[in-house]
Each structure stands twice: as structure tokens, then as C-alpha cells.
């Protein structure tokens, strides 16, 4: 039995490479990371794609991590007019002022301690669960923590190559 077609897939394996990296981007900062996945192409199907990606995460140095980091908002704040940090965030949407407040906190002290963002997938997670994580992942040593960033970019990534691909045209957001 032959895999289902994933409608975007088609379209972002032929795309210019200009265009795939453009769209890589908005998936991940990493331009290590974007550089290895669009060297991959063709995809097969989309499992093909996730396990590159798995792959290329794998493979990114701290400063490639840093970088990827570097393009995610602070929990609680996502980007103004970027619905892709307003959707993964929506947990935090109907948080109270308390909680607004406690998550600025523990944001701020965890950046302090670490020097990037509090960072985990969000998509799915109440404001509740992501101060649990932040309060448990802020006792990490840096080495657990990089590890962890790994773990939950890679997540993200996977939930926005879905997103990228599912659709036929080039609107992806």
C-alpha cells in the first residue's frame, strides 16, 4: 500500500530552493538545520520529511541551537501579528493576570539562568502546565536543559512541517 500524498509536500519538493528555505525558516531559525533539510529533497512522503528534520536537529551544535531558539517569543508574549506564535501559545490566552505575571517571572529568571527563552512545544498545553515546566526544567543543569530544547524543538518542528505541508498552496499559516 502506497502512502497517502500529503497535498503540500508536491509543492514544497518542487519549489524553488529560494522559496523552501523562505518556508524552512518560518519552521525553524536554524539555518543549519534548513540547509539540511532542503538538501534532502525529494520527500517520499511526510514521515520522510519529519525524520530529515529529526535528523538535521540531531545534528545542530549549541550555536545552531541558540539560533533556533532565537526565533521563538517568550511564552505568554508571542510575536504581535504572527498567528503561528499566537496558535502554538493559545494556552496562554485565557490565563489570568496572575499567572501573566508569574510566567513573565519565571521567564525572565530562566533566560537569566540559561541566556535563551524558556522554550517547549505549547501547542495543546494550558498556561498551568507550561509554569509546571518552567518551574521543573529551571533546576536543570545547562547540558539537561540544551537536551530538553532539543527534544521540544523538535516537536515544534514537526507540528509546523505538518502545517507546511498539509496545504496545496503556499499560504501555510
Same mark, same amino acid.
Given at each position: 500500500?502506497?502512502?497517502? /500524498?500529503?497535498?503540500?509536500?508536491?509543492?514544497?519538493?518542487?519549489?524553488?530552493?529560494?522559496?523552501?528555505?523562505?518556508?524552512?525558516?518560518?519552521?525553524?531559525?536554524?539555518?543549519?538545520?534548513?540547509?539540511?533539510?532542503?538538501? #534532502?529533497? /525529494?520527500?517520499?512522503?511526510?514521515?520522510?520529511?519529519?525524520? =530529515? @528534520?529529526? =535528523?538535521?536537529? =540531531?545534528?545542530?551544535?549549541?550555536?545552531?541551537?541558540? *539560533?533556533?531558539?532565537?526565533?521563538?517569543?517568550?511564552?505568554?508574549?508571542?510575536?504581535?501579528?504572527?498567528?503561528?506564535?499566537? #496558535?502554538?501559545?493559545?494556552?496562554?490566552?485565557?490565563? @489570568?493576570? *496572575?499567572? #501573566?505575571?508569574?510566567?513573565? *517571572?519565571?521567564?525572565?529568571?530562566?533566560?537569566?539562568?540559561?541566556?535563551?527563552?524558556?522554550?517547549?512545544? =505549547?501547542?495543546? #498545553?494550558?498556561?498551568?502546565?507550561?509554569?509546571?515546566?518552567?518551574?521543573?526544567?529551571?533546576?536543570?543543569?545547562?547540558?539537561?536543559?540544551?537536551?530538553?530544547?532539543?527534544? *521540544?524543538?523538535?516537536?515544534?518542528?514537526?507540528?509546523?512541517?505538518?502545517?507546511?505541508?498539509?496545504?496545496?498552496?503556499?499560504?501555510?499559516?
Amino acid at each position: 500500500m502506497s502512502p497517502t /500524498p500529503v497535498p503540500g509536500l508536491a509543492r514544497f519538493n518542487t519549489a524553488a530552493d529560494s522559496d523552501a528555505v523562505a518556508e524552512l525558516h518560518e519552521v525553524c531559525a536554524s539555518t543549519a538545520w534548513g540547509r539540511s533539510v532542503l538538501a #534532502r529533497r /525529494p520527500y517520499a512522503d511526510a514521515e520522510a520529511l519529519y525524520a =530529515a @528534520s529529526d =535528523a538535521a536537529m =540531531a545534528d545542530l551544535t549549541a550555536g545552531d541551537l541558540a *539560533e533556533a531558539m532565537a526565533g521563538h517569543p517568550p511564552i505568554g508574549r508571542p510575536k504581535p501579528g504572527d498567528p503561528t506564535s499566537a #496558535r502554538e501559545q493559545r494556552g496562554m490566552a485565557g490565563a @489570568s493576570e *496572575e499567572l #501573566r505575571a508569574e510566567m513573565l *517571572e519565571l521567564n525572565l529568571d530562566y533566560q537569566e539562568r540559561f541566556g535563551h527563552v524558556f522554550l517547549i512545544c =505549547a501547542t495543546g #498545553r494550558t498556561g498551568e502546565q507550561m509554569r509546571d515546566a518552567v518551574r521543573e526544567r529551571i533546576g536543570h543543569s545547562p547540558e539537561q536543559e540544551r537536551e530538553i530544547v532539543r527534544i *521540544e524543538l523538535g516537536k515544534i518542528n514537526r507540528i509546523r512541517l505538518a502545517r507546511l505541508v498539509s496545504h496545496p498552496e503556499e499560504e501555510t499559516r
